[in-house]
T-cell receptor, first 113, second 115 residues
Framework: GESVGLHLPTLSVQEGDNSIINCAYS??????FIWYKQESGKGPQFIID?????DKRQGQRVTVLLNKTVKHLSLQIAATQPGDSAVYFC????????????FGRGTSLIVHP | NAGVTQTPKFQVLKTGQSMTLQCAQD?????MSWYRQDPGMGLRLIHY???????DQGEVPNGYNVSRSTTEDFPLRLLSAAPSQTSVYFC??????????????FGPGTRLTVT
C-alpha cells in the first residue's frame, strides 16, 4: 500500500524479475503522460511517454500502459537490473495547456542482486 | 552540449539572507522551469518561462522571483530565505510545443539548507 508522510511508496524486487510501478493521475483532461527516473543525487531523466490516444507504448525493456477510464498509468520494467534502482515519477500534462507537467509523488524501486 | 547546468551544487544560508540559484541551458530550449523537491514529495513547480521576457508562477511561487532576459539563463532568486525553503532545487528545460516532444531535461540540482 501507499505510505504517507515522508516515506515514498517502495517496490522491492529481485534482479531479473519484472517490475510494475503504478501511478494514479488526477486530471481527467490530461492527455500526455511521461515517466521519469531519478537516481540518487541526480535530476530526473526521461524514460518514456504516451499520449491519450494510445493505451500502450513500448520502449527498450519498458512498457507504459494507460487506462483513461480509471485514470491510471503503469510502468513495466522487464528483467529488472540493479541499475534500475531509483525513484520513478509519472507526470501528466495537457496538450494546449501550459505544457509544464504536474508530477506525482514517486515510487522508490529497490532491486536486490 | 553541457545540457542544463546549475550552480551552486550546495548552499547554506541563514534566515533572512538572499541569494540567486543559477540555471543555464545550451540546447536553445524555449521553455525553462524551476522545481523544488522535498523528502517524500514529488517535484513542485515554483516558476516557469515560455521564452525570453516571459515568466509565470507555478504551484509554490511565494518567496521566489525569476527573470528570463536570455534564452539560455533562468536564475531563481530567494528574497529572504526561510527554513521552509530548505529543499533540493531543480531547473529544467524543454522545447516549445508543436515540435513533437515535451521531454524536460533536468539539471543536477542545488541542495539548499536554511538555518
Amino acid at each position: 500500500g501507499e505510505s504517507v508522510g515522508l516515506h515514498l511508496p517502495t517496490l522491492s524486487v529481485q534482479e531479473g524479475d519484472n517490475s510494475i510501478i503504478n501511478c494514479a493521475y488526477s486530471n481527467s483532461a490530461s492527455d500526455y503522460f511521461i515517466w521519469y527516473k531519478q537516481e540518487s543525487g541526480k535530476g530526473p531523466q526521461f524514460i518514456i511517454d504516451i499520449r491519450s490516444n494510445m493505451d500502450k507504448r513500448q520502449g527498450q525493456r519498458v512498457t507504459v500502459l494507460l487506462n483513461k477510464t480509471v485514470k491510471h498509468l503503469s510502468l513495466q520494467i522487464a528483467a529488472t537490473q540493479p541499475g534500475d534502482s531509483a525513484v520513478y515519477f509519472c507526470a501528466e500534462n495537457i496538450e494546449g495547456g501550459s505544457y509544464i507537467p504536474t508530477f506525482g509523488r514517486g515510487t522508490s524501486l529497490i532491486v536486490h542482486p | 552540449n553541457a545540457g542544463v547546468t546549475q550552480t551552486p551544487k550546495f548552499q547554506v544560508l541563514k534566515t533572512g539572507q538572499s541569494m540567486t540559484l543559477q540555471c543555464a541551458q545550451d540546447m536553445n530550449h524555449e521553455y525553462m522551469s524551476w522545481y523544488r523537491q522535498d523528502p517524500g514529495m514529488g517535484l513542485r513547480l515554483i516558476h516557469y518561462s515560455v521564452g525570453a521576457g516571459i515568466t509565470d508562477q507555478g504551484e509554490v511561487p511565494n518567496g521566489y522571483n525569476v527573470s528570463r532576459s536570455t534564452t539560455e539563463d533562468f536564475p531563481l532568486r530567494l528574497l529572504s530565505a526561510a527554513p521552509s525553503q530548505t529543499s533540493v532545487y531543480f531547473c529544467a528545460s524543454s522545447l516549445a510545443p508543436g515540435r513533437g516532444v515535451y521531454e524536460q531535461y533536468f539539471g543536477p540540482g542545488t541542495r539548499l539548507t536554511v538555518t
